[in-house]
């Protein structure tokens, strides 16, 4: 069973990577591209990303264009940007239902049977997160902000799996195994008064 620290050590590591697909999702840099003309002044640099379109010149200035139409974009920006909302949504959940399931909070059932399978559920959902957004930067083409939506996902993948390391049948064992010691205590102190009240009578 993993302990409150190993517990912790997951949420943060989750909620890191959560906050870095976040980033990921905002970023234009996901197709990166470059024009350059007969001097090197009208050099441009052109970046793509789920939400809009941006150049930036050698001058240093950048321009940017929010897309117009959803219908218009192509198949593999709708489909990236969906994956990355739900794994926004997935892991915004992950990080309340973790919080309620985590040892070292006193929040919710504090039966420990209950509190782990809370946590193993919002590790999974965190796992689900980190897989749609992998699923999503590895379907697009290259730009840099792939490789901060590579990190996010294995952070996300990563403390999702530390928070489903919690195992209910070990709480389970260890209540059954204290039900039982409790049950056998009760009868050695009722075979004790058994024992002393037959001495009373001989007596």
Same mark, same amino acid.
């Given at each position: ?5 190993f517990?912790l050590?997951?949420?943060f ?48 200035? *950048?321009?940017?264009? *929010? ?14 940007r969906?994956?990355?909302i739900?794994?926004?949504v ?13 040892? %070292? ?5 504090? +039966?420990?049977?209950t ?19 992998? *699923? ?6 290259f ?7 590579w990190?996010?996902?294995s ?7 530390f928070? %489903? %390391?919690?195992?209910? +049948? ?5 209540q ?16 004790k ?11």
């Amino acid at each position: 069973m993993a302990n409150s620290g190993f517990q912790l050590l997951g949420y943060f590591l989750a909620l890191g990577g959560w906050v870095g697909i976040i980033s990921t999702t905002a970023l234009p840099q996901w197709k990166q591209s470059s024009y350059t003309g007969d001097a090197i002044i009208t050099a441009v640099g052109l970046y793509e990303g789920l939400w809009m379109s941006c150049a930036s010149q050698s001058t240093g200035q *950048v321009q940017c264009k *929010v897309y117009d139409s959803l219908l218009l974009l192509e198949a593999h920006i709708q489909a990236s940007r969906a994956l990355m909302i739900v794994s926004v949504v997935f892991g915004f959940i992950g990080i309340i239902v973790s919080v309620v399931g985590m040892k %070292c909070t006193k929040v919710g059932d504090n +039966n420990p049977l209950t509190k782990s399978r809370i946590a193993i559920s919002g590790g999974v959902l965190f796992l689900m997160a980190g897989l749609c957004t992998l *699923v999503a930067v590895s379907w697009y083409e290259f730009g840099s902000a792939l490789f901060v939506g590579w990190a996010s996902a294995s952070l996300t993948i990563l403390g999702g799996s530390f928070l %489903c %390391c919690s195992c209910p +049948n070990e709480e389970r064992r260890s209540q059954s195994y204290y039900r039982s010691s409790q049950l056998s205590t009760a009868k050695e102190s009722n075979l004790k008064k058994t024992t002393s009240v037959k001495g009373e009578q001989y007596l």
